[in-house]
């Protein structure tokens, strides 16, 4: 790898990358500033290595930090090699990967490093929907860096050595002993951090992420399948209550990556593969299983956090022509003071997100669905291509006996007869589908092939006006 020492700034590209496919770009750029006695500093690569190779045989643009030079900081040209990636990136349509390892802004450089971190930010706004962005904090990544890391559509987090911040833990006031820069905190609070662990895992799965993502918005993911397209789920639905177990179930061998896994649980996102494409998935989960074991329960209604981080996978799939999936299982919204002063907003954003969304969408209805936390969850009113039921699925206003109750206020002797009544007339799958609520009420074990089915139908789906000079009789 060119004539730059191996430090582990090589390394993590060398193990990135597929067997000698690296090229480096900008190997002999040094710093230009000769302030503060900087001609005297030695500065290989300006600190920053960049160049392209492929992942599993397709291309990708990376850049690596080298904390061996002045600490990783950011300085004129090691911003302008980084810029120079992502110009090369656009042109050719292809990821960007880079690997986080910087002390900050070169105070030696100051204006010109400033300027230079702008220029970064500016191609980050313009790659935003056309490339992937990926980003995986090894080290510091810090002040001016953590804007850079969250302009990203992807950030992996070093769970031992890497640091995010804006503002250091020790400088906030009336912290005293949290981490805030550590990685449980940006992965569990902030969500900012999609994935963390030791370097070797943090790297493989950015393989895996690569492997599914499209290289660009007019790129499509596909890949041979090589799962039976009739496969049974046979008892897919014991596990609903975990849509991360229906995923892997329903998905070409098994394969599932969760996005944003430790950040609002009780919201699912991520990537499955039906008939080897790829396909964005959203679902509230009301249980968390580990290893078959329930390990955390939650409630059946949609939090803040949740419908963010829903709204979020769903805007990058439809920038990236990624078709999206969603699991239903739902009565209401949290009902609680410090949820109340941002539910609606946040409701509002993940209805925005599926409603906008021009991409084939499908939604399957689990269990029950109340309410409207289940017409912002991608029913057919705002935009559901298709949408399937589980048979003794429940969907209507609120629970057939509480309706009952309130109906029949004044005469109680009659709840237990209309409860039943409602539940046929107005709460059920069936009174659904009858409505064309719901397109088919499948058989779980039959979830994949309708799926794949819907999908396939749905391949060159087209919203909005179709363009035509004039009709053809």
Known sequence: MSTTAKTSACKRIEDLLDDNSFVEIGNLVTARNTDFNMTAMDTPADGVITGYGTVNGSLVYVYSQDATVMNGSMGEMHAKKIVNIYNMALKMGAPVVGFVDCAGLRLQEATDALNAFGMIYAKQVEASGVIPQITAIMGTCGGGMAVMSSLSDFTFMESKNGKLFVNSPNTLDGNKSEDTAGADFQSNETALVDFTGDEASIITEI?????????????????????????????????????????????????????????????????????????????????????????????????????????????????????????????????????????????????????????????????????????????????????????????????????????????PELIAEKTAEYGRLQASAESAAKRGYVDSIIDPADTRKYLISAFEMLYSKRDGYVTKKHGSI
């Open 207 to 411: 393989r895996n992420l690569v492997s599914v993502l499209p290289s660009n918005n007019e790129d499509e993911s596909l890949c041979e399948c090589t799962d039976d397209l009739n496969r049974l789920c046979t008892d897919v639905n014991n596990g609903a209550a975990d849509p991360a177990y229906v995923f892997e179930t329903v998905s070409d061998d098994g394969l599932f990556i969760e996005v944003k896994k430790n950040y609002a649980k009780e919201m699912v996102t991520g990537f499955i593969k039906l008939n080897g494409a790829t396909i964005g998935v959203v679902a509230n989960r009301t249980e968390l299983f580990d290893n078959g074991e329930s390990v955390e329960k939650f409630d059946e209604v949609l939090t803040a956090e949740g419908c963010e981080k829903a709204a979020e996978m769903i805007n990058f799939c439809d920038a990236f022509e990624i078709p999206v999936l969603s699991l239903t299982n739902v009565k209401g919204f949290l009902t609680t003071k410090e949820s109340e002063k941002k539910m609606a907003k946040a409701a509002a954003k993940l209805t925005y997100a599926f409603a906008n969304a021009d991409v084939p969408k499908v939604n399957l209805i689990t269990g029950e669905a109340y309410g409207s936390a289940y017409t912002v969850m991608n029913s057919k009113a705002i935009g559901a291509d298709v949408t399937y039921a589980w048979p003794d699925t429940t969907i209507g206003m609120m629970d057939a006996s509480l309706a009952a109750k309130i109906i029949y206020e004044k005469q």
